[in-house]
Every structure is written in structure tokens, then in C-alpha cells.
């Protein structure tokens, strides 16, 4: 038996497993937002609000 340490590192299980785990989560996300902005992109004319048509109101009986 020597005194010196051993050289090779001690990993960390958990901690690597929560890493993929967010990196899995994180490339999810990602790939959800692209496709969401796919489907519904954001309108990128004037900056003014379209406003609605007012309704009806139905007269009360």
C-alpha cells in the first residue's frame, strides 16, 4: 500500500444522470418550440394591435 491517491477520478452518478436528464428536457423543449413556431409563427408586420368587432349583445327577453 502506497499513500499516494489514485489517479483516476471518481464519478458521480446522479449528477450524470441528471445532466442527460436535462439535456433530453432541453432538446425537447427545443424541438417543441421550433415546431410551435412553425405551426402558429408570430406576425412580423406593424407593431399595431387589430382590433375586434364589437358583438351584438342579444336583447333580453
Do not use: C, W
Not at 446522479?14 to 433530453?24: G, I, N, P, S, W
Not at 412580423?44 to 327577453?61: E, I, L, N, Q, V
Amino acid at each position: 500500500m502506497s499513500n499516494e491517491p489514485d489517479p483516476t477520478p471518481v464519478i458521480d452518478l446522479v449528477e450524470a444522470r441528471q445532466r442527460r436528464r436535462h439535456d433530453l428536457y432541453e432538446a425537447r423543449l427545443n424541438n417543441m418550440r421550433a415546431r410551435f413556431e412553425q405551426a402558429l409563427p408570430l406576425s412580423s408586420g406593424s407593431g399595431k394591435p387589430k382590433s375586434r368587432k364589437a358583438r351584438k349583445k342579444k336583447p333580453k327577453r
